[in-house]
């Protein structure tokens, strides 16, 4: 019978190793590259942010799957009204499965409520006070007379001649005795409503991972766990940690100095002096010390929950935070947790391209490349990145191709965009926008960028990146140099130079992985004068500048490899092992070179590719029958030329936005093929080299002799409302007037004066069962009123001006003393803003719009005031006056009386055609905008959007009179902000809301420029 289960199962493993090599051939990829399976779609993380309803449920997954989502991440995040882990939580989460089983959209988990993982949201520090009650630091005191209360020191030692004694138990020998003593007493972690009134937990507790894993699947288990492995994919964690907090600690946990005297053999205790000065072998304790802490991490998080997983046919996803790199106090080497989960992860946030900072995120090859290395070597065929949170509500779609493209090429690919909100309600509008959801106005045409990505995907998932060079990462040694309170110089160095050398490998096109000595020692081992770590075999390794520290079983490995032939590329003396001066090192060092030419000397491959301009970066995958290869230029401004000699007879060209297949102009030179790409801005190009016979399919078209249409007059027109965004209020709670202030402020005075201490619980909170909508039990006479004024030039016709107040219902609204209600059914930007009409009683001069309650509601969130209408804009000494409308122009809306207005204007011309002609294509030349809609006679063209900004449209003109319209797209910037302060472009947290003092000018609100400012082209190509 054994040897039937024997033979059925080397069967089934025949099966899938056959299935796998057909799915990583030409054919198969041939076969589904237009339409891949949705598995390689993207999938945001999806925020549950208000009272969840079936009805929210649906429109948003309809609208995800109509603009080509794979799936989605449920994330709940501040703001949430629906009790978290609640039998009503999980029903929404189970009807949210059957739909997304329904539509073909993969249904992830989000294991926390909120970030980072590991509290579930308050209930795993309630039911194991242990996972928090214990202590998670030491901090030190350093005295020269004993305290005459001893109580709170856990440790006490004495320093003599640069050595310790642990004098603990018999401290009162030494009082009053002067000497140079050293005490330590135990740190928590803050508590914070962030953790539902507790801390975050200590995950080197034993036990705790498991409780959390408790507290928060089994729920999920068991209400959808029939779907785990099918429409529910996996479960992803957020920013799991084991940081050090506040001055003058160190990370400690409870057994800490029993494990580390099992791993080295010496007490840490006597030691510990060395974590915080540099006194006594410093560079050992610490990089044991770190070391041992790694390890806790490993085993005490990460593989319980990889093993969890597993049982349950789930992927485990998410990220650590991996941008503090080589700072180790959040976690001591990135690269060895990304061993475990079933597809790794990491985020890249914000839209600041920095390619110096170690701690930088887009730009940051390195933390791109130990991603990729570590799934190279492990075999992970996916890995994710959480992606373009915090970059604005102005990021455009060539921002965030540009930032796309820049992650897959060095290795990413899922994409996972931060955030889609269900609701912008109150302080969620501020949750590090901008939004993947019905609110943004760039939304309706998302469709065609999310398939870009799940091409790129499904292509750059097929066959193996397979890189003969492995560049050692320096961690443990920048661990020597670490102290959490004031590190030395040399940490930074290694850090910098580091990240320097790296970067300067990836634009020398070196194809390269990086190596983790942690996971060098558990998968590396010498053979045939390859260096193999995992499934990968390196014919050279690189000693990187700085790096000074290697571990035992590296340089075991390393000699080993030498001594069989393999090359050792060494650009640093190393000094130390395993963070001591000792014996082992002698002759090794003879190997020393120079910086100089190491990056042109390393790229000399099978493959050439040389850059001229731009950013140029490539990716190489090796199939079975050919090789894909990914050109990217990153420079948003610069085109980047691209000569590429590679081994093959054709080149094919794969279009990543139509699908479409074409043969690519190249050269053959024996048994090489050698070609030319020109990449615009934010360009890039999908190309696939065979090895043999592939097909027919058409040449790809080249440019030709083109010819300027002259058209109409080009009309602009503004489709929707103007906006004015009312951001300052007067606030009368009880006796007192608060004039002029900040909705935030506002927001927060109101919430602190009925007594929650930290303002806006639904902006600082993570709600722990019911314990912010059980507060909702204020009496009547406990309101308030918040007044916003606006000013209306007399020529203007006002009859038509509608308000939006969010949660419209909840207020009483007065306009100029006279009562209104909004209109029952409507809404605007957010299904919970409502509309009123107000039109009739808006006068010349000074207006004010009020917003009573007579009942405090937790719910009640002192927010903007929106006016529409067909007005323009005027700056006043506060903020704007409603003006007369004038008829638009081409030029900057911003100019033109629309510096609020988000959404689209139109432009429109008729040209006449005697013939159809062959092609025919719409050019902009100066304009900006997120995104720009054409339609040619009443029917959507598609949309322009990068370099060189222009559409075909030959399929869609006639013969005789044609309309072309081109729409352009501007966003949420202008209207919600931030506006002020300065805010930097790239970046939009909650804090650029926050700090605002005083009611500027209009002038002085920090606004785009939109529109086209030049007139649109029409061109035939011939």
């Not at 309809?62 to 949430?80: D, S």
């Not at 429409?231 to 990370?251: L, M, P, Y």
């Not at 390269?512 to 081992?525: C, F, M, Q, V």
């Not at 638009?888 to 988000?902: A, D, F, N, R, V």
Request: aromatic share 14%; net charge neutral.
């Amino acid at each position: 019978m054994k040897k039937k289960e024997n033979f059925i199962v080397v069967c089934l493993l025949l099966v899938s190793w056959i299935a796998r090599g057909q799915e990583d051939g030409w054919g198969y990829l041939k076969t589904n590259f237009a339409a891949p399976s949705n598995h390689y779609g993207s999938a945001p993380l999806w925020v549950w942010n208000t009272k969840v309803t079936k009805g929210d449920i649906d429109s948003m997954l309809y609208g995800f799957k109509k603009n080509a989502f794979g799936g989605v991440f449920v994330h709940p995040r501040p703001g949430l009204i629906t009790e978290y882990l609640s039998q009503e939580w999980f029903d929404d989460y189970a009807y949210t499965v059957r739909k997304g089983k329904e539509l073909g959209l993969d249904v992830w988990i989000y294991d926390e409520n909120s970030y980072p993982s590991g509290f579930a949201g308050g209930h795993v520090p309630e039911e194991m006070p242990a996972s928090y009650n214990q202590g998670q630091m030491l901090h030190l005191t350093r005295v020269a007379v004993l305290p005459e209360a001893m109580d709170k020191y856990v440790y006490c030692l004495k320093e003599e001649d640069g050595r310790f004694t642990d004098i603990t138990d018999r401290w009162k020998d030494y009082t009053g005795r002067t000497g140079s003593y050293y005490l330590f007493n135990k740190e928590y972690y803050y508590r914070s409503p962030w953790f539902g009134g507790y801390s975050y937990v200590d995950l080197l507790v034993k036990g705790v991972t498991e409780k959390f894993i408790d507290v928060t699947m089994s729920g999920y288990a068991k209400n959808i766990g029939a779907e785990f492995g099918k429409t529910v994919r996996g479960v992803f964690s957020d920013e799991a940690n084991i940081e050090t907090q506040g001055k003058g600690n160190i990370r400690w946990t409870p057994d800490l100095f029993t494990t580390f005297r099992q791993k080295w053999g010496y007490d840490l205790l006597l030691h510990l002096p060395s974590l915080f000065e540099e006194t006594g072998d410093w560079r050992k304790v610490r990089h044991d010390y770190f070391y041992t802490l790694l390890e806790m991490f490993v085993d005490r998080w990460s593989k319980p929950f990889a093993t969890y997983a597993a049982g349950k046919n789930l992927e485990w996803t998410g990220h650590y935070w991996e941008h503090a790199w080589p700072d180790p106090s959040n976690g001591p080497d990135n690269m060895a947790m990304y061993v475990w989960p079933q597809r790794p992860g990491i985020d890249m946030l914000f839209n600041q391209f920095n390619e110096v900072s170690p701690g930088a995120q887009f730009g940051n090859v390195r933390s791109v490349k130990e991603l990729a290395s570590v799934c190279n070597q492990m075999g992970k065929r996916r890995n994710l990145s959480e992606t373009y949170g915090g970059g604005g509500w102005d990021l455009s779609f060539k921002d965030m191709k540009r930032l796309g493209d820049w992650e897959f090429v060095l290795g990413v690919n899922t994409l996972n965009q931060h955030l889609a909100d269900m609701t912008i309600a109150g302080a969620r509008k501020y949750d590090y926008p901008q939004s993947f959801s019905y609110h943004t106005p760039w939304w309706p045409y998302y469709k065609s960028l999310n398939e870009h990505f799940t091409r790129l995907t499904f292509v750059l998932t097929r066959g193996e990146e397979k890189n003969s060079i492995l560049v050692l990462e320096p961690t443990t040694s920048a661990w020597m140099y670490y102290a959490h309170e004031k590190s030395n110089e040399r940490f930074r160095e290694i850090g910098k130079e580091f990240q320097t050398f790296v970067t300067r490998l990836q634009k020398a096109q070196v194809e390269y992985d990086l190596g983790s000595e942690y996971i060098i020692k558990e998968k590396g081992r010498a053979e045939n004068g390859k260096f193999i770590v995992g499934k990968r075999a390196y014919s050279e390794v690189v000693i990187p500048p700085d790096m000074v520290n290697v571990d035992g079983r590296t340089l075991e490995l390393l000699k080993q490899f030498a001594a069989q032939g393999g090359k050792i590329v060494q650009l640093e003396k190393l000094q130390y092992i395993d963070g001591a001066a000792g014996q082992g090192l002698e002759g090794f060092n003879a190997n020393m070179r120079g910086i100089e030419g190491v990056e042109e000397s390393l790229a000399k491959g099978d493959v050439s590719i040389t850059g001229i301009g731009g950013d140029l970066f490539h990716q190489r995958r090796r199939l079975k029958d050919g090789q894909v290869l990914f050109l990217v230029n990153s420079d948003m401004t610069t085109a980047a030329n691209a000569q590429v000699s590679i081994a093959g007879k054709k080149v094919l060209l794969l279009n990543t936005f139509t699908g479409e297949i074409s043969t690519y102009p190249s050269k053959v030179n024996g048994e090489r093929v050698s070609f030319t790409c020109d990449l615009p801005p934010a360009g890039s190009m999908l190309l696939f080299v065979p090895e043999g016979e592939t097909g027919e399919f058409p040449a790809f078209a080249a440019g030709g002799e083109e010819k300027g249409l002259q058209g109409t007059v080009t009309k602009v027109v503004r489709p929707a409302e103007n906006t004015l965004m009312i951001d300052f209020c007067d606030v009368h709670i009880g006796d007192t007037v608060l004039k002029d202030k900040h909705v935030y402020y506002a927001a927060d005075t109101v919430f602190k004066h009925f007594g929650f201490g930290d303002g806006n619980p639904w902006n600082t909170s993570v709600q722990f069962k019911r314990n912010i909508v059980d507060r909702d039990t204020f009496s009547r006479g406990s309101g308030f009123s918040v007044t916003y004024h606006f000013t209306v030039d007399g020529k203007l016709d006002t009859k038509a001006v509608r308000a939006i107040v969010e949660r419209a219902a909840s207020w009483r609204i007065v306009i100029n003393g006279q009562a209104v209600k909004p209109e029952e059914g409507k809404w605007w930007l957010d299904k919970s803003f409502g509309v009123v009409k107000i039109g009739g009683y808006v006068r010349p001069g000074e207006n004010t719009l009020t917003l009573s309650t007579d009942r405090m509601s937790i719910y009640d969130e002192v927010e903007p005031v929106y006016i529409l209408g067909d007005f323009n804009l005027v700056s006043a000494d506060k903020g704007w006056t409603l003006s007369p409308s004038a008829p638009l122009e081409i030029g900057s809306w911003k100019t033109q009386g629309l510096p609020m207005y988000g959404q689209g204007v139109r432009y429109v011309k008729e040209v006449r055609l005697d013939s159809r002609p062959g092609k025919v294509k719409v050019r902009l030349g100066k304009w900006n905008g997120t995104v720009a809609a054409v339609s040619v006679n009443g029917r959507p063209a598609g949309v322009i959007a990068y370099d060189p900004f222009e559409l075909d449209i030959s399929k869609y003109v006639i013969a005789g009179k044609n309309e072309i319209e081109v729409t352009v797209i501007g966003s949420l910037k202008n209207l919600l902000g931030p506006h002020h302060n300065s805010p930097k472009p790239g970046i939009a947290s909650p804090w650029h809301w926050r700090g605002i003092r005083g009611y500027p000018s209009g002038k002085d609100y920090d606004v785009y420029d939109y529109g086209l400012m030049e007139d649109f082209q029409l061109i035939t190509v011939k």
